[in-house]
Antibody
Framework: QVQLVESGGGVVQPGRSLRLSCAAS????????IHWVRQAPGKGLEWVAV????????YYADAVKGRFTISKDNSKNTVFLQMNSLRAEDTAVYYC????????????WGQGTLVTVSS | DIQMTQSPSSLSASVGDRVTITCRAS??????LNWYQQKPGKAPQLLIY???SLQSGAPSRFSGSGSGTDFILTISSLQPEDFATYYC?????????FGGGTKVEIK
């Protein structure tokens, strides 16, 4: 069965960096794009970034462009989200999610990892 | 960016009720509209994709309709496990955007 497991969350000071990982299994990882979506405490869902199936294309939300970088290691079935220059407003649960067949619906999600940016 | 507006933001309903949630896009998105259900403390789950296709494993009481800018999620007969928050999401173009959510509560 499809599984996505996030890790790497924690408490970090403003301005510092953190790298999240998303380990995938149960599907042909190299054939699908992977997304990151976040949810601030008590708030709605916010799309963050996507990387294409082969890692050749990346797209970002304006709120994180220039600070976050998504990457994909098809040999390890893992996607990473490098988050630099973190701000208090980046505090959220971060989910990774598998993209659908040639479309950007999100058909499987991980359980999420909490990132808290606080001094 | 395409703005997604859901209504209502919350509703109270009883088991067995027919429930409809609407989602409006700020520009035409063809049929590239998806619906998710989220329960407290859990990750969202895909219910409907491309406006009206039922995701594998989702109950048949859920259905979706619409195209262009106006979309509807219908729950034909509300069950106890359906009390949750529902989100629409456009997949027409990046940045992907979500509606603000509709919380379905017990009357």
């Amino acid at each position: 069965q499809v599984q996505l497991v996030e890790s790497g969350g924690g408490v970090v000071q403003p301005g510092r960096s953190l790298r999240l990982s998303c380990a995938a299994s149960g599907f042909s990882f190299s054939n699908y794009g992977i997304h990151w979506v976040r949810q601030a405490p008590g708030k709605g869902l916010e799309w963050v970034a996507v990387i294409s199936y082969d890692g050749s294309n990346e797209y970002y939300a304006d709120a994180v462009k220039g600070r976050f970088t998504i990457s994909k290691d098809n040999s390890k079935n893992t996607v990473f989200l490098q988050m630099n220059s973190l701000r208090a407003e980046d505090t959220a649960v971060y989910y990774c999610a598998k993209g659908g067949n040639y479309q950007n619906y999100l058909d499987y999600w991980g359980q999420g990892t909490l990132v808290t940016v606080s001094s | 960016d395409i703005q997604m507006t859901q209504s209502p933001s919350s509703l109270s309903a009883s088991v067995g009720d027919r429930v409809t949630i609407t989602c409006r896009a700020s520009q035409s998105i063809n049929i590239y509209l998806n619906w998710y259900q989220q329960k407290p403390g859990k990750a969202p789950q895909l219910l409907i994709y491309t406006a009206s296709s039922l995701q594998s494993g989702a109950p048949s009481r859920f259905s979706g309709s619409g195209s262009g800018t106006d979309f509807i999620l219908t729950i034909s007969s509300l069950q106890p496990e359906d009390f949750a928050t529902y989100y629409c999401q456009q997949s027409y173009t990046t940045p992907l955007t979500f509606g603000g959510g509709t919380k379905v509560e017990i009357k």
